[in-house]
């Protein structure tokens, strides 16, 4: 007989990965109890229906050991090996593994020394200065609590887009093979949207004679029979401020909206997504433009942008191999990019500054396009290796070669990448100053945040944005789903000042280059056309692109 639920195994197996993590030894296991505690939270299929036919080790993530815990989880409500790491650690402590940047050995430190077992307490000796005074611990440690408890406290139970994409993905084909009457299966919520972080996980199932919702901890499945299933993934998608808007627009023209449709008197006058938009008298809004930030309008005067989409894009920039911090050799990941369909593969290895990443010297730099020449040759016409390089942007603003080195580059990836703590003018003003830099073709993740590990750094964003305009320098919209930086939030005024936008993978291996899609989500998002996406470009024309470029700064110099 069960002690435990599916949310409450997933809950104590969630704790057993932080006290596993607090314990020490191999970081990966804690990792792995973490991973599968999250599967289970999108868990479809009854848990006891998966112990009872030994199907647990289908779940991605969980071998047999793994499985044997959450078997006795659920029958238990306990473990032995959980009963024996919670005398170690009070419970509150666990809290202090939800703060980015604090790691288990730091948490452990300021339990033990300063006897902190909550983020209030945590807070608290932030504010007496109390941490900065402890050995060990330190001032640098203080402000980084500091700045990251806003985001420990608004991050709670969100996602990165990439897990949550997993996720959906197996809870989907769970469904699909416990429920094979269900006809039609569609993602929606937060996903759906885009958001560079998912807080609900939502799915509608077409099923006869049903309108439910089956939640299964953190998943929602809404149910809809195959006339009510457009307006149940309306509503399951949102956004709630979306919802409200067309709710309003549809009472004006004598309408009502509602979970199951869009009724005239009695009547349901639309049913599918596309037809209640018409309905109202407005295009189709993709789903990612849904935020109640003006869409509707746009959608009234006929003046929403085609947005982007993955097959605009014609090849990729910013990406690091072997020479650098990446997995690979320049070879495997050119073909790996031709292979995906791409025209163009930009290298973009950390400069001479980021030792911590293997910057490349001067000599390394003569070594790596003498590759892409040779490689160049093999792949003939039609395929290309572009030469850069992504240039720390030193403290002063400036690049971190100099000019005769950085004009043997076809693009520039100016970034910043260390000194975050600068004040907001002396941060805005070294961006500025790599901005007019005749090199920089892009500013690379030009806030510096990391989603729910760092804020980014203070800048005049808008003053920079202009500049990136007077200069003609692209601003990258960086993919990679810890980063998805510039945030979209900006894209318009990007758009607004005349930018090009450059989706990047900042790829460290042949996996990475599918972040693009999720950097075309967050351009989608912002409302972002192909003509202004400088890697929607064909081979051609960005060759020619970055040849006129280096003549207009060579004509100006």
């Avoid at 202004?532 to 470029?549: F, G, Q, S």
Wanted: glycine content about 8%; some cysteine.
């Amino acid at each position: 007989m069960a002690v435990a639920d599916t949310p409450r195994v997933t809950e104590l197996l969630r704790e057993y990965a932080q006290r596993t993590a607090l314990r020490g030894g191999n970081p990966y296991r804690a990792k792995a109890y973490a991973r599968a505690a999250d599967n289970l939270a999108a868990l479809v299929v009854p848990l006891h229906v998966l112990i009872e036919e030994d199907r647990l080790t289908e779940i991605p993530g969980i071998g047999e050991a793994i499985a044997d815990i959450i078997t006795k989880l659920y029958r238990t409500g306990t473990h032995p090996s959980l009963e024996k790491l919670r005398k170690e650690i009070p419970a509150g402590v666990l809290e202090l593994l939800t703060v980015p940047g604090l790691r288990p050995e730091k948490v452990l430190k300021l339990y033990k020394d300063l006897g902190i077992t909550s983020l209030s307490e945590l807070e608290t000796a932030a504010e007496q200065d109390r941490i900065k005074k402890a050995k060990g611990l330190g001032a640098a440690l203080q402000t980084k609590i500091v700045e990251n408890l806003a985001i420990a406290k608004s991050g709670k139970g969100r996602l990165h887009l990439h897990r949550a994409a997993a996720l959906l993905e197996h809870a989907t084909d769970s469904l699909r093979k416990a429920r094979p009457e269900l006809k039609r299966l569609s993602i929606a919520g937060d996903f759906r949207r885009g958001c560079e972080l998912v807080a609900d996980l939502a799915i509608v199932a077409e099923a006869a004679g049903s309108g439910s919702v089956i939640e299964s901890g953190g998943l929602q499945v809404h149910l809809a029979d195959r006339k009510h299933f457009g307006a149940a993934l309306l509503h399951a998608t949102g956004s709630p401020v979306h919802l409200d808007q067309l709710r309003a627009l549809a009472d004006k023209k004598g309408m009502r909206l509602e979970p199951d449709g869009l009724h005239k008197g009695r009547s349901v006058v639309a049913e599918t997504e596309e037809d209640i938009y018409r309905a109202l008298g407005l295009p189709f809004i993709a789903p990612e433009l849904r935020e109640g930030r003006g869409e509707i309008e746009r959608a009234l005067k006929k003046k929403l942008p085609r947005l982007v989409t993955d097959q605009d894009l014609r090849g990729i920039l910013h990406c690091h191999t072997d020479a650098s911090d990446g997995t690979e050799t320049l070879e495997t990941m050119a073909k790996a990019t031709l292979k995906r369909g791409f025209e163009y593969f930009g290298v973009a290895d950390h400069s001479q500054s980021a030792h911590y990443a293997g910057g490349l010297s001067l000599e390394q730099i003569k070594e790596q396009h003498r590759q892409a020449e040779r490689l160049n040759r093999k792949f003939g016409k039609d395929f290309r290796i572009l030469r850069g390089i992504e240039s720390d942007i030193l403290a002063d603003g400036s690049l971190d070669y100099p000019d005769e080195v950085l004009d043997g580059f076809d693009f520039v990836v100016a970034s910043i990448h260390g000194r975050f703590r600068l004040d907001r003018k002396a941060q805005t003003e070294r961006l500025l100053r790599a901005v007019a830099n005749p090199y920089t073709t892009i500013v690379g993740h030009m806030t510096g945040r990391q989603l729910q590990r760092r804020p980014g750094y203070e800048i005049d964003v808008e003053k920079v944005l202009r500049a990136c305009a007077k200069h003609d320098v692209a601003v990258e919209i960086n993919a990679h789903p810890w980063r998805l930086d510039l945030d979209w939030r900006w894209h318009q005024a990007a758009l607004k000042y005349g930018c090009m936008l450059s989706i990047n993978p900042d790829a460290h291996s042949i996996a990475e280059l599918d972040h693009m899609h999720w950097g075309v989500e967050m351009a989608r998002k912002g409302g972002v056309p192909a003509e202004r996406v400088l890697n929607a470009m064909p081979l051609a024309d960005i060759e020619r692109y970055l040849r006129h470029r280096r003549r207009s700064f060579a004509r100006a110099a």
